[in-house]
């Protein structure tokens, strides 16, 4: 028979696992995937990305009570053909 302390754990691990199980989205980040962008302005679709190099990525993240700030510089190498 399972003490209260032990099961009160078990119930917990149970839950944390339920709560990731169910709570987990993909994430995409650095060319994984499609920005969503508004109905008016449409969905981003870069073109001809395969040629572009990212060389360089700095994150800044500046957290405070009610918001976060969140600054991103990236430096990128084109390595394709000019195009006109």
Do not use: C
Not at 22 to 37: F, T, V
Not at 41 to 61: C, N, R, S, T, Y
């Amino acid at each position: 028979m399972l003490t209260t302390m032990r099961r009160f754990y078990l119930s917990a691990i149970i839950f944390g696992l339920l709560l990731a199980v169910i709570g987990a989205q993909p994430l995409s980040a650095n060319w994984g995937g499609e920005a969503g962008g508004s109905v008016a302005a449409g969905a981003f679709k870069p073109i001809g990305a395969g040629q572009v190099e990212m060389l360089k990525e700095d994150l800044h993240i500046r957290l405070y009570r009610d918001r976060a700030k969140v600054e991103v510089d990236y430096v990128l190498h084109n390595t394709g053909e000019e195009l006109p």
